[in-house]
């Protein structure tokens, strides 16, 4: 997606553009399928060229599309900042995480949360007591999942 139709996407739920680049900070920590982000790595030029590189050797240009990355590179097992700040230095895995810096309306924000780790944490749990506030589905309307993944 490009970035403003992530805006959309989540103003339509409620949320700010702020409220939608603090939430993507989550992915700080997890990981990609190669089927995800190869078209990024392989295609664009809003990317750090030996950051492609290194994600081109886990991600042919053919194949290997369960092949997992992670999606904060340098710290992907810490709840951090440095998702910000890769996106500083273009190596967002994600087409839609690179789009939060790319010479728009949100650079400022992705700037301040590169520099600022209180900011980003503060901002990160505010954003997350709301969307737990969301209109959550209960009794036979929903379910708590075993795999996230699937349905039970």
Known sequence: MD???LISAFSN???TAKEMVVLSGAHTTGQARCQLFRGRIY????????FATSVKSNC?????????TSLDVTTNVLFD?????????????????QQLFSGGSTDSQVTTYSTSPSTF???????????GNLSPLTGNNGQIRTNCRKIN
């Open 81 to 97: 900042n440095a998702y910000f700040k890769n996106l500083v230095n273009k190596k967002g895995l994600l087409h839609s995480d």
């Open 13 to 15: 739920k409620g949320f």
């Open 121 to 131: 944490s503060a901002d990160f749990a505010s954003a997350m007591v709301k969307m």
């Open 43 to 50: 295609n664009e030029t809003i990317i750090d060229s030996n």
């Open 3 to 5: 970035l403003s139709d």
């Open 60 to 68: 042919p240009s053919t194949g290997g599309d369960s092949n997992l």
